[in-house]
């Protein structure tokens, strides 16, 4: 059974930076692909950013140049570096991953981010 746990989340002034992690109980080798999503208050829960095990990492228009995403391997972690942060970027925001031997996917409890002044 793979385990997510998200930290990192907070309350930042707009304009801040914050850094989540999604630490996973097995080897980042074994998800095919891994992604972070978020859900807005009273909406529904968008992709933000995906880090496939090969290829381009793609993200939400709204984040590109704000936020980047990537896989540590030395941390056993999915990370993701948000700058510039605006009051829209407020949500809870979750890991994903997606097992490579069986397709099985597995999410996170959620890290909530709250961007106000």
């Known amino acids: 059974q793979v385990q997510l746990v998200e930290s990192g989340g907070g309350l930042v002034q707009p304009g801040g930076s914050l850094r989540l992690s999604c630490a996973a109980s097995?080897?980042?080798?074994?998800?095919?692909?891994m992604a972070w999503y978020r859900q807005a208050p009273g909406k529904q829960r968008e992709l933000v950013a995906t880090?496939?095990?090969?290829?381009?990492?793609i993200y939400e228009d709204s984040v590109k140049g704000r936020f980047t995403a990537f896989r540590d391997a030395a941390k056993n972690t999915l990370e993701l570096q948000m700058n510039t942060l605006k009051p829209e970027d407020t949500a809870v925001y979750y890991c994903?991953?997606?097992?490579?031997?069986?397709?099985?996917?597995?999410w996170g409890q959620g890290t909530e981010v709250l961007v106000s002044s």
């Open positions: 994903n991953a997606v097992v490579r031997s069986d397709g099985a996917a597995y």
């Open positions: 097995g080897s980042m080798f074994m998800f095919e692909t």
């Open positions: 880090v496939p095990r090969y290829g381009s990492r």
